[in-house]
């Protein structure tokens, strides 16, 4: 089945360094996927959709010079946090729908941000 | 906006015992309604979705009837498992294709 992949699983960096994470569809390819971040026993946020070949649509209060998002090809969206503070730390989980839009969203595993 | 209202948990049950999590929706339009469950480290899994009103979703034993009238998409299984200890998350599905969930509930179910 579809499935989606993220990587890296946990990442720790220290505070101004910035951080990339990969989003991938295996098998399939994405024009849209989405970025959402969870915090501790909360739900997932939607931070953004990420649009291939079209610049990525914020939600209100992401600061889009933090958190760049890249959708580089149809089957590759990043997720760049700039210049990391430890309140940015977080699990990070993308989704793609497995054709446009439809409602069959597959989600990646995960990312584990620690910004110490 | 599009929202959603899920009963907050932690919710502790005794293996067999009969379980219910209420959620609610706030939606313009009829958006496709979903619950999803995450077991400790790892990513969602969907459990179970309804696209249109009076749908009813259902998967391992799992239950839930989109209701119109009432906004709501309660999560219910007759008879809960050990194997069920994880959160269950309901979402729906906005008009551009993303989610909007719920707080999550943790569900721990005891021997």
């Known amino acids: 089945g579809a499935v989606v992949s993220q990587h890296p699983s946990r990442v720790i960096c220290k505070s101004g360094t910035s951080v990339k994470i990969e989003c991938r569809s295996l098998?399939?390819?994405?024009?849209?996927m989405f970025w959402y971040r969870q915090f501790p026993k909360q739900s997932l946020m939607l931070m953004a959709t990420s649009n291939e070949g079209s610049k990525a649509t914020y939600e209100q209060g992401v600061e889009k010079d933090k958190f760049l998002i890249n959708h580089a090809s149809l089957t590759l969206s990043t997720l760049t946090v700039t210049s990391a503070h430890p309140e940015d730390s977080s699990f990070y989980i993308c989704?793609?729908?497995?054709?446009?839009?439809?409602?069959?969203?597959?989600f990646g595993p995960g990312t584990r941000l620690t910004v110490t | 906006g599009d929202s959603v209202t899920q009963m907050e948990g932690p919710v502790t049950l005794s293996e067999e015992a009969f379980l219910t999590i209420n959620c609610t929706y706030t939606a313009t339009g009829y958006p496709s309604l979903f619950w999803y469950v995450q077991y400790p480290g790892e990513g969602l899994q969907l459990l179970l979705k309804a696209t249109k009103a009076d749908d009813k979703g259902s998967n391992k034993g799992f239950e839930a009837t989109y209701r119109k009238e009432t906004t709501s998409f309660h999560l219910e299984k007759g008879s809960v498992q050990v194997s069920d200890s994880a959160v269950y998350f309901c979402a729906l599905r906005g008009s551009m294709g993303d989610m909007r969930f719920g707080a999550g509930t943790r569900l721990t179910v005891k021997p």
């Open positions: 989704s793609a729908p497995l054709e446009g839009f439809s409602y069959e969203q597959y």
């Open positions: 098998d399939f390819q994405a024009t849209t």
